[in-house]
């Protein structure tokens, strides 16, 4: 379906300020740039203008009014996505939600939070732990709740309490004719009627704009137990993930580091490791003991897969830069990089395929002869390839998609999935008829049914 949209003209714009004001709505080329990328490689496109909604009944007012005059809007939390997914393609109005930040309620007996979508992850977790709670999704960047919904983000601790969808109980939700629903519930599990909030979890608001989430959190672990491992190649580490979760070792985190990304990773971590493939480990539990039998286990099979170094004991302060330089990882390989631009591709496969999704990825950037940095949440099967080209190079960066796309298709081919947690965005959106089939028609009738003028964050998602 083709849209007409409407150019946001002098009378929309008194129209919307009448809702929220002077101060929460800007058309200066600053806050337009601001919000015409993300930390993706794709094409900025400035909007039209931007607002900053203070609350449901605002959100409500403007996606009504954008509605009947065919604006296309585009919400946004802290822009630090990865595939183009906020980027205002078709212009139109942002709703920046980075007001819309407030902690309604910690109901610490159930394990809950009312939240509203531009709280950042990270304050939250700051906050929770006084309580000893934490919510578990860990993107890494300083995402926004609101974000991390619409792209069902992860991150290092999925393997152990799930991605984003996982965590989310109910939510309040725009519709792109005003409306506002209520999907979920406030019970921890539930079999009434057709399960609505997962439409709405990963859909990039394509179908409805979040304005509040009721949130599961979890208690914070008594004690953990880290350990770095070290292989001679990529393909024994990758065989080690599949046996301890075979074993059913179930560590909170299992990451694998190429060994070009283990070089990147030690010179800035000052952790001692070979510069050769790595697994980052970690395992939470109720006592001391109970996580040092599970990294007995784990040094048992490492060793039984060729693991040239198994280093455990790791302490507090030593175990959270080793996070926190993983989690910075992007940050790190851009700046020895300089001059030159990154393509990140986030396959997943099924466990069982993981190695040989691994050595193949390894493989393809050995061939490209650029730099390229292979890094996995390995305990899910989610592989990150990152690609560094020159810009304007176009022989280069026809090198790098290429491999992107090599990737994809081996990812498909071995049942995975052309994203594991980044969404489809812009780039991945060729991908979705291959991976899904005639499934995509009935994504299409969905999208018309929920937004039947197309103005929620067009050209996104579907192809």
């Known amino acids: 379906m083709e849209t007409n949209y409407q150019r946001v003209t002098q009378l929309h714009l008194t129209y919307l300020e009448n809702i929220v004001g002077p101060e929460r709505l800007s058309t200066g080329k600053s806050n337009l740039e601001l919000h015409s990328h993300d ?3 794709h094409r900025a496109v400035e909007p039209e203008v931007v607002i900053w909604p203070v609350s449901a009944q605002e959100v409500s007012e403007i996606l009504k009014f954008s509605n009947q005059n065919r604006i296309p809007v585009t919400a946004w939390g802290a822009g630090s996505s990865l595939e183009g997914n906020p980027i205002p393609v078709k212009r139109g109005i942002v709703l920046d939600f980075t007001q819309m930040n407030r902690i309604l309620e910690i109901r610490e007996q159930d394990f809950q939070a009312d939240v509203e979508p531009g709280v950042i992850y990270k304050d939250l977790n700051q906050k929770l732990r006084h309580k000893g709670l934490f919510f578990p999704p860990d993107p890494g960047a300083a995402a926004t709740i609101g974000g991390m919904i619409a792209n069902n983000a992860s991150g290092t601790r999925a393997l152990r309490y799930g991605a984003t969808r996982d965590n989310v109980l109910r939510l309040k939700v725009i519709m792109a004719d005003g409306e506002m629903i209520e999907v979920g519930t406030r019970a921890s599990k539930t079999s009434s009627g057709y399960r609505l909030l997962d439409l709405f979890v990963g859909s990039e608001g ?3 704009v979040v304005v509040e989430a009721t949130i599961r959190l979890r208690g914070l672990p008594q004690e953990f137990s880290a350990a770095v491992v070290s292989f001679p190649e990529v393909g024994d580490a990758a065989r080690a993930v599949f046996e301890m979760l075979k074993g059913g070792l179930e560590p909170a985190a299992l990451e694998l580091l190429d060994a070009e990304t283990a070089r990147l990773f030690k010179e800035d971590s000052g952790i001692e490791a070979p510069v050769s493939p790595l697994l980052l480990i970690e395992f939470h539990g109720p006592t001391t003991s109970y996580t040092s039998e599970l990294v007995e286990m784990a040094r048992e099979i490492a060793e039984g897969c060729g693991a040239e170094v198994f280093r455990s004991g790791i302490g507090r302060q030593e175990r959270d830069n080793l996070w926190k330089t993983r989690h910075s990882l992007a940050e790190i390989i851009k700046r020895v990089n300089v001059g030159r631009k990154a393509l990140s591709t986030d396959v997943a496969v099924p466990i069982s395929s993981f ?8 493989d393809e950037v050995r061939k490209a002869g650029l730099p390229g940095y292979v890094f996995c949440h390995a305990g899910n099967g989610n592989i990150h390839v990152v690609m560094m080209g020159r810009e304007g190079d176009q022989a280069e960066w ?9 990737l994809v298709k081996q990812a498909v081919s071995l049942g995975g999935t052309c994203s594991g947690e980044h969404g489809i965005g812009i ?3 060729k991908y979705m008829a291959e991976e899904h089939g005639r499934s995509v028609a009935w994504m299409r009738k969905i999208k018309d049914l929920f937004d039947p003028n197309h103005i929620l964050n067009p050209q ?4």
């Open 39 to 41: 930390e993706s490689h």
């Open 206 to 208: 394509t179908l409805g």
């Open 427 to 429: 780039g991945k959106r």
């Open 460 to 463: 996104k998602v579907l192809p």
């Open 398 to 406: 026809a090198s790098i998609w290429e491999l992107s796309n090599k």
């Open 355 to 362: 190695p040989e999704m691994v050595a193949f990825a390894s």
